[in-house]
Each structure stands twice: as structure tokens, then as C-alpha cells.
């Protein structure tokens, strides 16, 4: 039973307020000891506090809720513990992997546009956060029902490419590249921007080669082709490593064939003009620079791409919503992307920037042109040699060191990213990355490996499986207590984390979670000569073991059964 839901419809049938409204205002007190939920009544009347007084007198309680109490201006209410904890646990035994899942989104297109690396340049540091947050929303929202496409829009057009063919050509072997292609391309890449400090004239060659490339020039498409797939192959390791995966690698060059259709379609609906030879929408009364469909010399830009592909999507999916999982210096592309689709009489309601912030490092911003990047490949090897030198030292026999050095390594590096705010900058900060200790992954982990040992422990000597069969009357300890209310709290928690787009609050949760049942472990024996207390509280811990297991793969991190 969903009781918020409950106490929406209640609520609704006493005021005026529409059941969106409720369920904006209904909040989780934040102590267990003012009720379960509470309701605030600013929205009843001039004097909230009579308001809540009038509301309780008028309310028929539903055999849910024990009580319902004023304080100051809000209805706090008292749900029934015995029913919340048989409903909860009953539910998780039921539904397992399931458990949590909705179908609010049933029937809805969602496209999830996220990581979109740049070709022939190393994964480094900074795409972790597009990468791994724009997994999670993808998940999330999967399962809120959602059919969900996530799109890897590589960036694999551009003058950049002008650069790299012109590089290439003067200063490249096939044999060095063959070698460590990334790294390689990578050093041409830098090696382009140092000359071209010198002579000027190497920019003006790359423009005319990208112009080349635009034009289907068979030598450079060929190249570009094979800078391509070189990339892609290294994208593919890292992506296997962190476990993420995309139903789509469309690119920005897949769209080339599609710009001028594109821009012919824009131009039926949207007024744009010639300046200084370029081809734009004059944004300059929304306070915005012109979007720039098509450069002096002919070529296309970022804003053509990101129109070709928006246009495109539109048609072939048919989304609710198209979500651009993109860092906050981005903000003003979309922004403008964003402002043009609308005078096309695109709803901007379905456009969404999920913006976040940058990874801050203590030697000043990476540049790629420079060739300054943390590889993000390194930082994992990093995280799991450490991970392994941990197993190493605390249990030296455990089975599978390897796989569960990598389940804990990565996890790690995952959620040093996901249980900040997006919108917040990240201090790169390798102890911190990498510590195992506090709110981390691996302490999630380690609480689930805990969890898996108990039920192991309770089968090998007690000869004691879990059952959903139990006397829930015996959960009477408010730790307990305390464990259930938050596993009954997990599904309303996907739901927030998907629709404010913000992971950290499911990781947040189940940090909570975890130190809920840390402490019921300590104060209440599990295995203990009562058989029928002992079954009850297994119950428990298998709720808890499941609900871990499913909050950590919603954020991409792998749930160890022994640590």
C-alpha cells in the first residue's frame, strides 16, 4: 500500500488543493518522534495552526494511521507500525529485484543523451560525471516505467578533425598509431595547437580540411573513419569496466547528411538571417549571442548538430522528454538550442539540461590541447590496485580477490561522483576519491556483504532460511522500527532521484539506510535461541540485503556478497 498516496486522497477530499499540490507539500518530518508524514496548512488559510485544528477534527482515519497530531502549523500523522511492517517486508520478500519499481512513466519516450566523449581524445577524468550520472537517470527512470534510449552523442565532427587529419598527414606513422592509439592522437593533437602557435596558417588548413571532410572528401572521410573506430574500441573497455551501456552511438557526424534538411525545415518556421556571411537566428532579444547554423565558408557547427539530431529524435522517437545530461559550462548552448526549438513550436516542457558541475583540480583546469588530462582509466586502476591491497590485509583467503577488488574500486570512484550534488563542483582529490572509510561505496558494500554472511551464518548453523511467515507483532524495538520505516521510504526516494534528475539523494538514502541497520545489528542479536524472534529479524536483514543490492545497481555499483 502506498500510504502518502492514501493520505493524498484523504487530504483531498477535505480541501481545495489538487492532488499534484498535495503531494509537493506532504513531507517525511525530520524527526521520527513529530510522525511519518506531516502536512503543512499555509495553504488552508490565514492562520495555519487554526487551519491544521479545523483539518484533524474533520479527518476520518483510515486503519493505517494511529494518530494524527498538530504542531504549530502542521498535521503531522502517526502511521500504524504493524501495518507498515508487514507491508513493507511482505513487499520486498514478494518483489526482490523488483521492489521499488513503478509505472508512472508507462507508456512514455524518454531520451537520455549522456557521456558524448570527443574521438581520438583519452577518457579522462572529466567524463566521469556526464558518464555515470546520465547511467543512473537512464536506470531510474527505466524503472519508473519509462521506456528509456540512452544516446552517446560522441563528438566526432568539427574542426578538431580538420586539425587532426592536417596533423596527421605531416606528422603521423600508421605503425605509432597501431600501438596506443588515444594516447598517440592525443600527442598530435597537442603537437597541432604548439606549431600552430608559431604558424597561423595551419588553422586556416584545418578549416579547409573539416570543410573536406563536410564535402565527403573520400581520403579524409577515411581517416576520420578509422580515428573513429580506434576511439570507439578504447570507449568500449572503459564503458565494460563501469558497466554502462547505450542503445545509440549516433555522433555528431551521423547528422551531416541531415543539416541542410534540417536548416530548410528551421527556416519554414523560424526567421533567420545572413551576417558577415554566416548564416543565424538572432537571439539578441531573448539577451542571448545569434545561433550560428552555418559558417561563412559553408560549414556546419555545433549548434547545426545538436539541431539536426534534437529534429531528428523528435520524429523517430517521439519522446516525452529529451534530457541532455551535459556539464554547466554548456548552459548558454542550450539555452539557445533550447529557445530555437521553442520558435519551431517544439514544448519546451519536453527539453531538459542536466547540468553539473566540474571536476576542480589543485594544478588548475585540465586541457586536452595541452595535454593535460587525468585519464580515467588510471584512476580506476588506481582505486582497484588499492581495493586489492585492502583484501590483501583484512582477508587474505577471501574467494574471488580480483572481481571483488573491481566491484569495490569502481564503486568507489562511482560514488564519490554520484552522492555529491550534480550542480556542485568536485574538488579531484585522490585520498578523498579513494577512501574507503565513512559514506562511501564500500561501506554500502561492506553492509551488504554483512547482510549476506548473516543469512549464510543462520542456514549453516541454525539451519534457519528466511520466510515472509513471521510474527510481525515482535518487531517492537525502535531500531527495528527504524530500519523499516526507511526501506518503506525507497520507492518514494527513486522517484525524486529520477524526477529532479539528482542521484545523491538515492545515494544519500542508502548511506542512511545502512547506518539504520548497523545499529539495529548492534543492539539486537539476530541469531538467538528464540526461533521465532530469530526468523523475524532474518526477515529483515534479507529485506535490507535486497533493498542495498537494488539502490547500488540503480547507481551503477555492483553489490559484493562477501568482502
Known amino acids: 500500500m502506498d500510504f502518502k498516496q492514501e493520505l493524498i486522497a484523504l487530504l483531498q477530499k477535505e480541501t481545495r488543493l489538487s492532488e499534484e499540490e498535495l503531494a509537493n507539500l506532504m513531507v517525511v518530518p525530520p524527526d521520527p518522534k513529530l510522525g511519518d508524514y506531516a502536512f503543512p496548512c499555509f495553504k488552508l488559510g490565514k492562520n495555519a495552526k487554526e487551519e491544521a485544528e479545523r483539518l484533524k477534527g474533520k479527518l476520518k482515519l483510515p486503519d493505517f494511521v494511529s494518530k494524527v497530531e498538530v504542531a504549530g502549523p502542521y498535521l503531522n500523522f502517526f502511521l500504524k507500525n504493524k501495518v507498515v511492517i508487514e507491508e513493507t517486508l511482505s513487499h520486498i520478500y514478494q518483489e526482490q529485484k523488483e521492489f521499488g519499481k513503478q509505472d508512472l512513466g508507462k507508456g512514455k519516450k524518454i531520451i537520455v543523451e549522456f557521456s558524448s566523449p570527443n574521438i581520438a581524445k583519452p577518457f579522462g577524468i572529466g567524463h566521469l560525471r556526464s558518464t555515470v550520472i546520465g547511467s543512473c537517470l537512464y536506470k531510474l527512470h527505466r524503472a519508473l516505467g519509462y521506456e528509456v534510449f540512452g544516446v552517446n552523442h560522441l563528438g566526432d565532427w568539427g574542426t578538431q578533425f580538420g586539425k587532426l587529419i592536417v596533423a596527421f598527414r605531416k606528422w603521423g606513422s600508421e605503425e605509432e598509431l597501431k600501438q596506443e592509439p588515444i594516447k598517440y592522437l592525443l600527442g598530435l593533437y597537442v603537437r597541432f595547437h604548439q606549431e600552430a602557435e608559431k604558424d597561423k596558417s595551419l588553422d586556416d588548413e584545418a578549416r579547409a580540411e573539416f570543410k573536406r571532410l563536410?564535402?565527403?572528401?573520400?581520403?579524409?572521410?577515411?581517416?576520420?573513419?578509422?580515428?573513429?573506430?580506434?576511439?570507439?574500441?578504447?570507449?568500449?573497455?572503459?564503458?565494460?569496466?563501469?558497466?554502462?551501456?547505450?542503445?545509440?552511438?549516433?555522433?555528431?557526424?551521423?547528422?551531416?547528411?541531415?543539416?541542410?534538411?534540417?536548416?530548410?525545415?528551421?527556416?519554414?518556421?523560424?526567421?533567420?538571417?545572413v551576417s558577415e556571411g554566416a548564416l543565424i537566428v538572432d537571439l539578441e532579444k531573448y539577451n542571448m549571442p545569434p545561433f550560428m547554423l552555418r559558417k561563412s565558408d559553408g560549414a556546419s557547427t555545433y549548434h547545426t548538430r545538436d539541431l539536426a539530431a534534437a529534429l531528428y529524435r523528435l520524429k523517430k522517437y517521439k519522446p516525452e522528454k529529451m534530457v541532455y545530461v551535459v556539464g554547466s559550462e554548456q548552459k548558454l548552448h542550450f539555452r539557445q538550442l533550447f529557445t530555437v526549438l521553442e520558435l519551431a513550436g517544439i514544448d519546451k516542457k519536453k527539453l531538459v539540461h542536466v547540468d553539473f558541475g566540474l571536476f576542480r583540480f589543485p594544478e588548475g583546469k585540465m586541457s586536452t590541447r595541452k595535454g593535460q588530462v587525468i585519464f580515467l582509466e588510471d584512476v580506476l586502476n588506481k582505486a582497484i590496485d588499492l581495493?586489492?591491497?585492502?583484501?590483501?590485509?583484512?582477508?587474505p583467503t577471501l574467494q574471488n580477490k580480483k572481481e571483488v577488488a573491481v566491484m569495490i574500486g569502481v564503486g568507489a570512484i562511482i560514488f564519490s561522483d554520484v552522492s555529491n550534488d550534480r550542480i556542485r563542483d568536485i574538488e579531484f582529490d585522490w585520498d578523498r576519491m579513494l577512501s574507503f572509510e565513512g559514506e562511501t561505496a564500500p561501506y554500502l558494500q561492506y553492509t551488504h556483504a554483512r547482510s549476506c554472511s548473516i543469512l549464510r551464518k543462520a542456514v549453516k548453523e541454525h539451519n534457519q532460511g528466511v520466510s515472509p511467515h513471521v510474527n510481525f507483532e515482535l518487531f517492537d524495538q525502535t531500531e527495528e522500527i527504524a530500519v523499516v520505516k526507511k526501506l518503506y521510504g525507497y520507492p518514494e526516494v527513486l522517484e525524486k532521484s529520477a524526477l529532479s534528475y539528482k542521484p545523491h539523494h538515492l545515494a544519500h538514502y542508502l548511506i542512511a539506510l545502512a547506518q539504520a541497520f548497523n545499529e539495529f545489528y548492534h543492539k539486537c542479536p539476530v541469531l538467538s535461541e528464540d526461533k521465532n524472534l530469530t526468523k523475524a529479524r532474518l526477515l529483515l536483514v534479507d529485506c535490507v540485503r535486497q533493498v542495498l543490492e537494488n539502490g547500488l545497481n540503480m547507481l551503477g555499483i555492483q553489490a559484493p556478497e562477501e568482502m
Not at 387 to 395: L, M, P, S, V
Open 214 to 273: 563536410e564535402d565527403g572528401d573520400k581520403e579524409s572521410i577515411a581517416l576520420w573513419e578509422k580515428f573513429k573506430e580506434l576511439s570507439l574500441q578504447e570507449f568500449h573497455r572503459i564503458y565494460k569496466i563501469l558497466d554502462v551501456n547505450f542503445d545509440s552511438f549516433h555522433g555528431e557526424g551521423f547528422y551531416n547528411n541531415l543539416l541542410e534538411p534540417s536548416i530548410k525545415e528551421l527556416q519554414q518556421k523560424v526567421k533567420t538571417v
Open 387 to 395: 581495493a586489492e591491497q585492502i583484501i590483501e590485509e583484512k582477508n
